[in-house]
């Protein structure tokens, strides 16, 4: 039987599944003192968010296979990986519809503005004196906006970005996308329309959603140039990398009124800083990169990652590209 080294806590579904396959090592974490004698003779190690690289892989020279626990790959050293001929795997479509929601719910907020009409009606902005309450909710400038009708451009149209468009076209909106790995046609198909390039598609949405990979050498995906472009009454979404926003640029366009507002579920980096001025920033939905976190999600990641590191083992060793599914990561 082979022999994996699980890093980080995972589902007991996933576990039961390993303990059937495998000899299984459980750990609590990188400063666990048993990580060296785990890995001595390990096959393959199984992580969540634990940066994977020489300081870990060192101590498992006989290692095939690093088993992401979730979409993205980049928290491990992929070239370090490739060159010692290990397989990576992930589990990219297993949070697919727990994002897809949480974006959807998070642009409504945006949309209907529940968090200052909350704070205004908890704080006494609200007085017997002013009339009804529809009406103070005119004079106060908290009037929502609707879902039906307005345009969401999504930067990547992978699994998680057509998830999200499927729910706001039944919702009645208009849903552009740019990513130049997709088949145009296919787009279409689902009722996207594709678009070329972010200086197109900015000008024109009322929500942007960003789902791609982040790339810490191309550097932030929106920054001021590109916040420049939205429209003041735009909204963005952010549940894929934070070094996608530049968060001191998203702080700006918010508190200036260059943007209406923004929810932000990853950080760069993590955990971010509470007293950085994007936290002080308004009309600000901040969430603890928790897009993913559901039960459900949570399930079906540790099964997924279990079934496929030990279909990895399986498979024999490494040839080219050390990495199996991150093409798809964080799409």
């Given at each position: 039987m082979p022999i994996i080294t699980l890093l980080e806590s995972i589902h007991p579904a996933g576990v039961a599944a390993l303990s059937e396959a495998c000899e299984l090592r459980q750990l609590t974490g990188p400063d666990d003192p048993g990580l060296a004698a785990a890995l001595a003779d390990s096959d393959a190690i199984i992580v969540r968010s634990t940066q994977i690289g020489a300081a870990i892989l060192d101590h498992g020279p006989g290692l095939r296979v690093i088993g992401r626990h979730g979409a993205g790959t980049d928290n491990i050293d992929r070239q370090l990986a490739e060159a010692r001929g290990i397989r990576i795997v992930n589990t990219p479509r297993s949070n697919t519809e727990s994002?897809?929601?949480?974006?959807?719910?998070?642009?409504?907020?945006?949309?209907?503005?529940?968090?200052?009409?909350?704070?205004?009606?908890?704080?006494?902005?609200?007085?017997?004196?002013?009339?009804?309450?529809?009406?103070?909710?005119?004079?106060?400038?908290?009037?929502?906006?609707?879902?039906?009708?307005?345009?969401?451009?999504?930067?990547?149209?992978?699994?998680?970005?057509?998830?999200?468009?499927?729910?706001?076209?039944?919702?009645?909106?208009?849903?552009?996308?740019?990513?130049?790995?997709?088949?145009?046609?296919?787009?279409?198909?689902?009722?996207?329309?594709?678009?070329?390039?972010?200086?197109?598609?900015?000008?024109?949405?009322?929500?942007?959603?960003?789902?791609?990979?982040?790339?810490?050498?191309?550097?932030?995906?929106?920054?001021?140039?590109?916040?420049?472009?939205?429209?003041?009454?735009?909204?963005?979404?952010?549940?894929?990398?934070?070094?996608?926003?530049?968060?001191?640029?998203?702080?700006?366009?918010?508190?200036?009124?260059?943007?209406?507002?923004?929810?932000?579920d990853v950080f760069s980096p993590e955990p971010p800083d509470p007293e950085a001025p994007l936290f002080s920033a308004p009309n600000l939905m901040l969430t603890p990169h928790m897009a993913a976190m559901t039960a459900e999600a949570l399930e079906r990641m540790a099964v997924d990652v279990a079934r496929f590191t030990l279909e990895a083992l399986s498979a024999g060793p490494a040839a080219g590209p050390a990495a199996a599914g991150a093409a798809a990561a964080g799409s």
């Open positions: 994002v897809g929601e949480y974006t959807i719910a998070a642009i409504m907020q945006l949309f209907k503005r529940f968090a200052e009409v909350e704070r205004a009606l908890r704080g006494g902005s609200f007085t017997a004196a002013g009339g009804s309450l529809p009406g103070q909710v005119d004079r106060l400038g908290l009037i929502g906006r609707e879902l039906a009708g307005a345009h969401l451009g999504l930067v990547g149209a992978g699994a998680i970005g057509q998830s999200v468009a499927r729910r706001a076209l039944a919702l009645g909106m208009r849903v552009s996308a740019v990513d130049p790995w997709a088949d145009p046609e296919a787009l279409r198909s689902l009722g996207i329309t594709p678009v070329a390039d972010l200086e197109t598609l900015l000008p024109t949405v009322d929500a942007l959603s960003l789902h791609v990979p982040g790339d810490p050498e191309r550097g932030p995906l929106i920054g001021e140039r590109e916040f420049a472009l939205l429209r003041p009454d735009a909204v963005l979404v952010n549940a894929a990398r934070g070094g996608l926003v530049d968060e001191a640029a998203l702080a700006s366009a918010l508190t200036e009124g260059r943007l209406a507002g923004a929810a932000v």
